[in-house]
Nanobody
Framework: QVQLVESGGGLVQPGGSLRLSCAAS????????MGWYRQAPGVQRELVAG???????SYADSVKGRFTISRDNAKNTVYLQMNSLKPEDTAVYYC?????????WGQGAQVTVSS
């Protein structure tokens, strides 16, 4: 069973940067797609970014050019580098592991962008 532990959320001013990390347990990390969703109050959950096992990435239009997803298979960790943050990026961010039998989810990391 894969378990995901997130870290790196917090409060940042508009225009600032944060990096989220998602550390996974289990030996199948390197062969499964990973990514990040976010959920803001009153807003539909949004897929922010995904990365395939080969490293191919995809992004929501709202974050393209500002966010970068990456993975370190040796450390069983996926990252989300967030630059030029905007107040509308405020949300709880959840990492996921797209395991064929059942997706695994992180506990969520609060990101607040405010002056």
């Amino acid at each position: 069973q894969v378990q995901l532990v997130e870290s790196g959320g917090g409060l940042v001013q508009p225009g600032g940067s944060l990096r989220l990390s998602c550390a996974a347990s289990g030996s199948i990390f390197s062969i499964i797609p990973m990514g990040w969703y976010r959920q803001a109050p009153g807003v539909q959950r949004e897929l922010v970014a995904g990365i395939s096992r080969s490293g191919r990435t995809s992004y929501a239009d709202s974050v393209k050019g500002r966010f970068t997803i990456s993975r370190d298979n040796a450390k069983n960790t996926v990252y989300l580098q967030m630059n030029s943050l905007k107040p509308e990026d405020t949300a709880v961010y959840y990492c996921y592991a797209a395991i064929p039998s059942e997706w695994a989810w992180g506990q969520g990391a609060q990101v607040t962008v405010s002056s």
